[in-house]
């Protein structure tokens, strides 16, 4: 099994940036595909963005393309999402998550997931 633990959401203002981690324990975490998902109240959960397990491919949603950026650091056991230019609609609950295989976690669902960690962004 693999735990993961999310941390470093906040309340920040619009234009903002912000840096959220996601540790990873349990297995070997080389061996995972990682992701962020995020789901606002009322609103469908959607892929934020994704990374290979080595880092060599990584997926952005258009909503953040070329504002976010994941990143991860195996030595570590930790997957990164860097949020700048924030915008009031990036509000919602910020989850890791992770899968053996990137295909699925990138077009389905993930079979590992953190607790979330919430992004609020004001304006």
């Known amino acids: 099994q693999v735990q993961l633990v999310e941390s470093g959401g906040g309340l920040v203002q619009a234009g903002d940036s912000l840096s959220l981690s996601c540790a990873a324990s349990?297995?070997?975490?080389?061996?995972?595909?990682m992701g962020w998902f995020r789901q606002a109240p009322g609103k469908e959960r959607e892929l934020v963005a994704a990374?290979?397990?080595?880092?060599?491919?990584?997926y952005y949603a258009d909503s953040v393309k070329g504002r976010f950026t994941i990143s991860r650091d195996n030595a570590k056991h930790t997957v990164y999402l860097q949020l700048n230019s924030l915008k009031r609609e990036d509000t919602a609950v910020y989850y890791c998550?992770?899968?053996?295989?990137?295909?699925?976690?990138?077009?389905?669902?993930?079979?590992?997931w953190g607790q979330g960690t919430q992004v609020t962004v004001s304006s």
């Open positions: 349990g297995r070997t975490f080389s061996s995972y595909a």
């Open positions: 990374i290979s397990l080595t880092g060599y491919r990584t």
């Open positions: 998550a992770a899968d053996r295989e990137y295909g699925v976690l990138v077009t389905t669902t993930p079979f590992y």
